[in-house]
């Protein structure tokens, strides 16, 4: 089957960012607008943004297979539905098959962060089984095997973030405690340093700098907890790659450094797991890719 024109949307709290593949895979027009909060502002700005995404490729909707969209939330792929997505104003929403009816073309929807695992494995041009870690505003995680995404029996696999292993006890708004979510994410960033303000990310190299010992307390927790997920994900999936997205990876030296030292600190002490090589496996996804937005466009129709 010859391959056909596609459209990928990562949907995300503040912005929606769009991009139209050809069917060679390149992408031929992308864009960005405003998330507007609650189902009808999602609906109302997925289907402005398709509709701008159209006109500058320079190709027909006809000609388009389908729209992909990767969002926030419990994703049930097979009915299109989105649920908790709280941070959109989304309880639930039938997202998929409203918004096909408003565009005209079919749509899929899938978590952001398994589109962004397929974006990933796609934009880094990696085979055989990939690991993809988002270290955003939360902890989550994507398994690919050969540019396929694992997505589990009900479509939450890579809830990594929920596994209450932290020996801190602090608690998660998912009710355990200890979640690798309390202490490797953004938010665990602004609990533990609340004078980064609202995007600590931004500012907390320059505090470490200029010798904040709460600000060098939190990129050690964040340290800590990022190299534990990336030691759990090779001890279950055996990855052939790590790769580190969402938006604290642009701490980078401090926060790489960091993860790299504390593997292999471990490795020091097990041959085990010297055997597995996670430091030399640890790859940071290259700023500017719209990893969800892509993978979300492959996924389409799949």
């Known amino acids: ?24 895979g390149d992408i031929v027009a992308r864009a960005l607008v405003p998330t507007i909060p609650g189902p009808t502002g999602v609906l109302q700005a997925s289907g402005e943004i398709v509709a701008r995404l159209i006109g500058e490729s320079g190709l027909a909707r006809a000609e388009f297979a389908g729209v992909g969209i990767g969002i926030p939330g419990q994703v049930d792929r097979a009915t299109g539905t989105v649920r908790n997505a709280y941070n959109m104003g989304l309880s639930s929403l039938a997202l998929g098959p409203e918004l096909s009816a408003a565009i005209d073309l079919p749509v899929s929807v899938d978590n952001d962060v398994t589109a962004a695992a397929i974006g990933a494995a796609s934009i880094m041009r990696l085979e055989g089984t990939v690991a993809y870690l988002n270290l955003g505003t939360g902890l989550a995680a994507g398994v690919t095997v050969d540019g396929a995404p694992v997505r589990g029996a009900d479509g939450f696999a890579g809830e990594i973030g929920h596994l209450a292993v932290d020996p801190r006890m602090r608690p998660c708004p998912c009710g355990q405690l200890g979640c690798l979510e309390t202490v490797a994410s953004g938010s665990a960033l602004k609990a533990h340093w609340p004078a980064g303000g609202e995007h600590p990310g931004r500012t907390l190299n320059a505090a470490v700098a200029a010798g904040d010992a709460d600000a060098k307390q939190a990129l050690e ?49 097990s041959e085990f797991i010297a055997a597995l090589r996670f ?12 990893a969800a937005a892509i993978g979300a466009a492959i996924a389409v129709n799949e």
């Open 279 to 290: 430091p030399e496996r640890l790859q940071v996804l290259p700023e500017g890719s719209p």
């Open 1 to 24: 089957m010859t391959p056909s024109p596609r459209i990928g949307l990562d949907i995300g709290g503040t912005k929606i960012e769009g991009i139209a593949l050809d069917p060679a």
């Open 221 to 269: 927790y964040l340290i800590d907890g990022a190299a534990q997920t990336i030691r759990v994900l090779g001890l279950t999936v055996n990855p052939g790659a790590f790769v580190v997205g969402g938006g604290l990876r642009l701490l980078g030296a401090p926060l790489f450094d960091g993860i790299r030292a504390q593997l292999a600190e471990w490795a020091a002490a």
